[in-house]
């Protein structure tokens, strides 16, 4: 299948012999297609990559601030950049994911949300927020569907069903659910073949993880009654354990990362994220991911994480130049 990733300017221009000043001199001069995106410059580049069907993770954990919904948008896009079509869904009727794509929550009608999952068992059409990369936007109105889906027969499957409708328009589908035990969460967590759990490494995070875990063995029984081959010799539907917004300077973060380990058992643990307000607030105030703010540690980070995730959780080919 052929497909559209976008590479770095910087590192074009590295790989055809030249510096970064006159990559940027062809690009004024039109010799070289190039894509603005903030403040920096990408080169469009055709690649190959293998027929492979559609694959949804939810990020999911009911402690709010564990960085959810910043690992959707920055994962989202570094997928998206090297080729992969995504599909982002903001199940939180805080819409912080919608708007941190330069999606004004306030210009969102109810029928682009999953309200329409919800009312009519179809997914709505998803706005182009990047080459490659959709969303799904939520507004504050997708709280309604809190109390609609209680009285909804199999409501905790109407994403999951949607989504098996649009089978193979995606790569990926990567869903931000809402800090929440409710039947939205619960929806979310249900949509697709498994959870990625962020896990602060604090008390706070270690705390809120036994229940995770204990919910996510109660979600496993659910879909076992309806797809039971699905998650056959699965005793959980958690498909990786993200340890998030650690300082090395602390030895309780230094201690919880490594009693992380242990979860090894349940599922892989993925390569830390490191605690970064200032990259964060600029990404969340410029409503861009993380690698357009110029920090290359952050970026480094996003991408070692998503290597980690398509060989230990997706298990997709690289697409290849």
Request: glycine share 8%; aromatic share 6%; net charge negative.
């Amino acid at each position: 299948m052929r497909r559209e990733r976008l590479i770095p300017l910087l590192e074009w221009a590295r790989r055809e012999g030249m510096s970064e000043s006159l990559a940027r001199k062809w690009i004024r001069e039109g010799r070289v297609e190039a894509v603005r995106l903030g403040h920096y410059w990408y080169i469009p580049e055709v690649v190959d990559g293998p027929e492979q069907g559609t694959q949804t993770y939810t990020f999911f954990t009911h402690a709010g601030g564990a960085g959810k919904t910043s690992l959707a948008r920055d994962v989202g896009f570094e997928l998206a950049s090297r080729g992969y079509r995504v599909l982002l869904v903001d199940a939180d009727p805080q819409a912080n994911l919608t708007a941190w794509l330069g999606v004004d929550p306030n210009s969102v009608a109810e029928e682009e949300t999953l309200l329409k999952v919800i009312r009519q068992d179809l997914l709505p059409r998803p706005r182009q927020v990047g080459r490659n990369l959709y969303l799904i936007p939520a507004s504050v109105n997708l709280a309604i569907g809190e109390l609609e889906l209680d009285k909804k027969p199999l409501g905790a499957l109407a994403l999951r069903t949607a989504l098996e409708r649009v089978e193979g328009e995606y790569d990926l589908v990567l869903v931000d659910s809402l800090p929440s035990l409710g039947s939205l969460a619960v929806m979310a967590a249900l949509a697709g073949d498994g959870l990625l759990v962020p896990v602060e490494t604090g008390a706070k995070g270690i705390q809120a993880l036994g229940a995770v875990v204990q919910v996510a063995k109660e979600y496993r029984e659910a879909l076992r009654k309806v797809n039971p081959e699905g998650v056959a010799g699965r005793s959980h539907i958690i498909s990786a354990f993200i340890p998030t917004k650690y300082d090395a300077r602390t030895q309780g973060d230094n201690r919880i990362l490594q009693a992380l380990g242990e979860l090894e058992e349940i599922a892989p643990v993925a390569p830390r994220m490191a605690y970064r307000p200032g990259p964060h607030r600029k990404a969340t105030e410029g409503q861009i991911p993380i690698q357009l703010t110029g920090d290359r540690e952050a970026a480094e980070e996003v991408a070692l994480l998503t290597d980690f995730l398509l060989k230990r959780v997706f298990r997709f080919e690289e697409v290849v130049a």
